[in-house]
């Protein structure tokens, strides 16, 4: 292998609701791996959706460092549809990828996906999100409960104890939704006043109806956190409509570019930024690991911070 990028601090072992897949770091009887050189591997993507800035990151992140040793990589977009991301992994089974690279739409309806990958001998890794049911190598993520928790305190902070808020909430079961909400709420449930919380499926155009929403029927609100960056530039589009633009705060979650924009613009409040080109390349990095015969994390995390407009 030619380059290869350590699983530094940057990606320590951590812990949080994660799913219930076994992870093959977990399960002793998991076997000898067949090592292979990375120029020779076959990689299979299937990534959830690349309408999103952040997905795309992701897959650059992959491709980048599978171009850089030569390995070959077939990247499927899901468009959030769960049936069409099944049949697209039993496509890149049918090929014969040496490895999946898998950020599910839905961490349930993964699951038999992930099991017939197990069935026919290829390894699975899961990044964002995890798989509620069969084996995977790792999952590679970002604490998602901390980083629902550090937008919890800083609408705090902001907006002050017991502010009124809501909550936009991403794909139901996705692993990310669960987590990010988990982390928000059991902060929010003593130090804020939340108000509402509805579903935007991590979309833009959704962020934006749902919001104008949320404004008729609570027109008290202070803030809003976002489960991603997409979502919150929705719902400030709608702040704006509302000539409410600087009285109700927006916390987002990514750290996209047009989040970063929009915090320069000043019209976002903060995000809690991931790294999703570094997510990539943690994926595909231990794609390699695995096929050297290196011991792999079950979990893999990559750092989160929150940025606003003084940073």
């Given amino acids: 292998m030619k380059k290869l990028i350590g699983l530094t601090a940057a990606a320590l072992l951590f812990l949080g609701g994660c799913g219930s897949a076994t992870l093959e770091g977990e399960n002793t009887d998991s076997g000898a791996v067949e090592e292979k050189e990375s120029s020779a591997l076959v990689v299979g993507v299937s990534l959830s959706t690349l309408n999103n800035p952040f997905f795309i990151s992701v897959k650059e992140g992959i491709t980048d460092l599978a171009g850089d040793e030569g390995s070959e990589v077939k990247v499927l977009d899901a468009q959030d549809d769960t049936s069409k991301q099944s049949n697209d992994v039993d496509d890149l089974i049918q090929q014969g990828v040496d490895i999946l690279l898998i950020n599910p739409v839905d961490s349930s309806a993964i699951t038999p996906a992930v099991e017939a990958a197990n069935s026919a001998g290829i390894p699975v890794i899961a990044i964002d999100r995890s798989s509620d049911g069969g084996q995977v190598v790792t999952l590679v993520a970002s604490d998602n409960v901390e980083g629902g928790k550090m937008a919890a305190q800083y609408i705090e902070e902001i907006s002050g104890s017991k502010a009124k808020v809501a909550e936009l909430e991403g794909i139901p079961g996705a692993s990310a939704t669960r987590e990010r909400g988990k982390g928000f709420n059991d902060y929010a449930k003593d130090n804020l006043d939340l108000v509402d919380q509805q579903t935007a499926n991590f979309d833009r155009a959704e962020g934006l109806t749902v919001m104008e929403n949320m404004l008729q029927s609570n027109p008290e609100i202070e803030a809003i956190f976002a489960q991603n960056d997409e979502m919150a530039l929705g719902a400030i589009e709608a702040i704006e409509a509302a000539g409410k633009t600087g009285d109700i705060q927006v916390v987002g979650f990514d ?16 995000t809690v930024a991931q790294q999703p080109t570094e997510l990539g390349k943690l994926a595909m990095q231990a794609a390699f690991d695995h096929f050297s015969g290196k011991k792999v994390e079950a979990k893999i995390a990559s750092p989160l911070e929150l940025i606003k407009s003084d940073n």
Wanted: charged share 20%.
């Fill in 255 to 270: 750290g996209t570019e047009d989040g970063l924009a929009a915090i320069e613009a000043g019209t976002l409040s903060a």
